[in-house]
């Protein structure tokens, strides 16, 4: 009896999370469009939408349109029930996000604050985030958390950043982090929260690489609907993969390292730092910036088709250079395509769909993931 009960608890568990999940997609539905495209009966659709009321998940927005007979209630998420922030921390920036259900971007700001290890430092990013929320006029009782994207590598096991070569610390414990911040805290790598982002809401669930081209370069592989973490979590890593044997040195101390020659500074190096003003000067045939991105490209299109022909998926360019790359994503297509060995004709590289803030926006959407796979 215990088990036939547990057994109806759990179908019930994922019918609701099913039909939620369902609203949050689709807009504005009604219990019989719920009925019919999830495959339950319609006094089962009608009762998880009233228990979703209840809660303040979901609002009826008034009726739908007739087709002949009564007209159904309008039903949409209450996309605003629940908020998440995104806290990204890089060496000279912090970038705060602040999120809803739908994963829309309600804030975004991006904050000079060099990093400095202690409590001095974690002290001020808490009051900075505080500030934002009070900027954006946040109701603190609906923060699920703050999500926090470190550039490093992230043991989600042992709760620890075990290193971060750009900051300079190791073995640093989550809760060294979190106790500094009025709410719960969760962490990701800041390539994994690029991906993240990326990957979100996403109906398909084939896996793409997400090749992060910032101060820094790092990767993830995300894969139906979840982030490849690998033995050591150190899964994606494709940064510190080695393009010439006695290359130009990396800053983790070896030769020849991706990082060296594809990271954003490689390109913003030459227009004091301003990676837009670089591409601007490539849209105008400046012929030093036509030279740098000729070389950067011979680099990036080798790592994109060793990663392929090792992973066989998509590649989504995202960090600084994905963002700002826009129509000149077909350079490198060129060189990629005379890489592949396969001959295969649609391009199976693009550019990130976040222009701004992905990290942060990822580091959030976790949280918000988690709280929809609860209800």
């Known amino acids: ?36 495209d999830l495959k339950i009966s319609l006094p089962t659709a009608t009762q998880i939408t009233k228990e979703l009321l209840e809660q303040g998940l979901i609002e009826e927005k008034g009726e739908l349109q007739s087709t002949g007979g009564r007209r159904a209630k309008a039903l949409s998420a209450a996309v605003n029930a629940k908020l998440a922030t995104g806290l990204d ?69 042992r709760e620890l950043v075990t290193s971060s070569h750009v900051l300079g610390v190791e073995n640093l414990p989550f809760a060294s982090i979190s106790r ?52 050591n979590f150190r899964c994606g890593e494709v940064g510190h993969m080695t393009m010439a044997a006695e290359g130009e040195r990396c800053y983790c101390g070896k030769k020849g390292c991706l990082d060296v020659y594809c990271a954003a500074g490689r390109l913003s190096g030459m227009t004091g730092g301003k990676l837009e003003r670089f591409f601007a000067l490539l849209d105008q045939g400046e012929e030093e910036a036509a030279r740098v991105w000729d070389s ?20 989504v360019l995202g960090g600084y250079v994905g963002s700002c790359m826009g129509t000149h994503l077909q350079d490198l297509w060129i060189k990629v395509a005379e890489r592949n060995t396969f001959g295969e004709k649609e391009p199976y590289v693009r550019v990130c769909n976040y222009q701004v803030g992905a990290a942060a926006l990822g580091a959030a959407l976790k949280l918000v993931e988690s709280f929809v796979s609860q209800v």
């Open 1 to 36: 009896m215990d088990k036939k009960k547990n057994t109806n608890m759990e179908v019930k568990r994922k019918n609701r999370n099913a039909v939620f999940r369902y609203i949050c997609k689709r807009g504005t539905v009604s219990n019989p469009d719920i009925s019919y």
């Open 89 to 157: 921390i890089t060496r000279n920036h912090i970038a705060l996000v602040l999120t809803n259900i739908a994963g829309e971007i309600l804030q975004y700001e991006r904050i000079l604050q060099p990093f400095l290890p202690g409590e001095e430092y974690y002290r001020g990013v808490s009051q900075r985030l505080e500030e934002f929320l009070d900027k954006s006029k946040a109701d603190r009782e609906r923060i699920l958390g703050v999500g926090v994207s470190f550039p490093g590598i992230i043991d989600l096991d």
């Open 180 to 231: 500094f911040f009025a709410y719960p805290c969760t962490f990701l790598n800041d390539a994994n929260a690029g991906a993240y982002a990326e990957g979100f809401g996403e109906e398909r669930e084939d896996p793409f690489f997400y090749l992060s081209l910032s101060n820094t370069v790092g990767g993830a592989v995300f894969s139906k609907k979840e982030l490849m973490q690998g033995k």
């Open 296 to 315: 950067y490209t011979d680099y990036l299109a080798m790592a994109v088709n060793n990663i392929h022909m090792v992973l066989d998926c998509d590649i």
